[in-house]
Every structure is written in structure tokens, then in C-alpha cells.
């Protein structure tokens, strides 16, 4: 396993301390208990998988969930672009993101990197010309000025690789930990389904006991790697500094 996918188990194991912790909130009728149970059997597949995983190889579940998380972060501030300037129709490319299907994943990226990342292939290839840059350039600027984070678009780029990366290594390892590398993957997928499911409900459990809900929120959370550097020779990173603060009125 690598990193990713360290921090999604411990993800889940801090989920599973949460309801051990807040035990008495929850009936024994409750629904909730059959997600902890899925999630407890998700945890002990893992960390029994994880001891016959060949150590070449790594999962894709923690790439794809970070690239739905770059989705959901541009899609939302593409949204507050729109609401604020009134621009019917802005967020409209941002605003199809995809189920957990790779395929599709894969070709959404694509399409946010060719509206958003400078193409600095050579123009006769392709490439972008000084005009299309300068758009994509205030297309940006407009992203960043929602509070976006500044690395947005090459986070974006680097997680799009990693999935292409991890494909091609994996596809030239050799057999042995395939089936242990599957089982993670299907269970760190299982227990991010487990998330989705389990969000509405302890938001609804805990409207009115907000220090409740924000231990859960601290405890569903996959946090993202602290600082993610440049390689030396990629060749479409947006390198563009955010726009200066407006000068304060005199």
C-alpha cells in the first residue's frame, strides 16, 4: 500500500473509533450499525491483504478518490463563479462530474486540464497559442480568486498522471499480489460508498450537537498529501502567480 491508500485506512479506522467513542447516540435498531459492521469487515480485509500485497504494486482507489475530490472543488467553485458574475452557462463544464467508473474519470480530467492547463506543446502539434494561454491564464485567475488553492490546476495534472503512472506499473508487475492488491482496492472503494452513505445521516443525527458533527467531519476526512512539489521536467504545469490583491482604497 502506499501513502493514499495509508490514509484512507487510517481514515477508516478513525471513523470506526468515532462510533465506538459516540456508541450511546445510536440505537440498536439503528441502520447506522450495519455501515460500521461493513466498514469494520472493509478494515480487516485490508490490513489482511496488505500483509501478502507484493510491495511493487499499488492501488488506483486512492488516485481516483483524489481526482473526484479536484472534481468536486472545481465543479463547487465554478458554481460560485457562475452565481456570483451572472454568467449563465459557466459552470456548465465543470458540472459533470462522474460516478467511480475509471473510464469516465479519466476522460473528465482530460477535459478540466485542456480548459484549464496551458498546452506548451508546439503550436503545429497542437499547442497553444499566446492568446488561447492568455484566456486559459484569466480563466484561472477567476478560479483563484474563489479561494481555490493556488496549485489547483497542477494538482489536478498530478493526480491525472499518478492514475496512467500506477496503470502502467502495475501492468508490468508480475502476478503475484494481484489478487491482494484487487481486495484492497474493491474495499477502499467499498468503505468511500460507506462515506457517502453515512455523511447525510450523522448530519442529520447531529444537527443540533455541532462538536458531534465536526469530530465526524475530522474523522471522515482523507487528508491530502501536505505539499505535493513540481517535477523538473514536466511540461504543462500552470506556473501563473494568483492576481495581486486589489490596492487598498485611500
Known amino acids: 500500500m502506499n501513502e493514499r491508500d495509508n490514509r484512507r485506512l ?16 445510536f440505537a440498536p435498531t439503528s441502520i447506522v450499525h450495519e455501515h460500521i459492521n461493513n466498514i469494520t469487515e472493509s478494515v480487516a ?3 489482511a491483504a496488505r500483509a501478502g500485497q507484493n510491495p511493487n504494486r499499488v492501488t488506483k482507489a486512492s488516485v481516483l478518490d483524489a481526482l473526484l475530490l479536484d472534481f468536486k472543488r472545481i465543479s463547487g467553485t465554478a458554481r460560485s463563479i457562475e452565481l456570483r458574475s451572472g454568467e449563465t452557462g459557466f459552470a456548465v463544464p465543470y458540472n459533470s462530474v462522474p460516478d467511480r467508473v475509471e473510464k469516465d474519470i479519466k476522460a473528465y480530467a ?11 506543446a ?16 484569466a480563466l484561472r485567475a477567476r478560479f483563484l480568486q474563489h479561494e481555490i488553492s493556488a496549485d489547483f490546476v497542477t494538482d489536478l495534472r498530478r493526480d491525472r498522471d499518478a492514475l496512467d503512472e500506477i496503470n502502467k506499473r502495475n501492468t508490468t508487475e ?5 489478487e491482494d492488491t484487487a481486495t484492497i482496492t474493491t ?10 452513505i453515512l455523511d447525510p445521516i450523522l448530519g442529520n443525527k447531529y444537527e443540533t450537537t455541532p462538536e458531534k458533527l465536526h469530530a465526524w467531519e475530522r474523522a471522515s476526512r482523507v487528508e491530502r498529501d501536505p505539499k505535493r512539489g513540481k517535477k523538473p521536467d514536466d511540461n504543462n504545469n500552470d506556473d501563473t502567480p494568483p492576481p495581486a490583491p486589489p490596492a487598498t482604497p485611500k
Open 174 to 178: 508480475v502476478q503475484e499480489g494481484t
Open 10 to 25: 487510517k481514515r477508516a479506522e478513525n471513523m470506526l473509533t468515532f462510533f465506538k467513542n459516540h456508541s450511546a447516540d
Open 45 to 47: 480485509l485490508i490490513i
Open 110 to 120: 482530460d477535459s478540466l486540464l485542456k480548459l484549464l492547463e496551458d498546452n506548451n
Open 122 to 137: 508546439p503550436i503545429a502539434d497542437g499547442g497553444d497559442t499566446a492568446e488561447q494561454k492568455a484566456a486559459k491564464a
Open 187 to 196: 474495499q477502499l472503494a467499498a468503505i468511500s460508498k460507506e462515506v457517502d
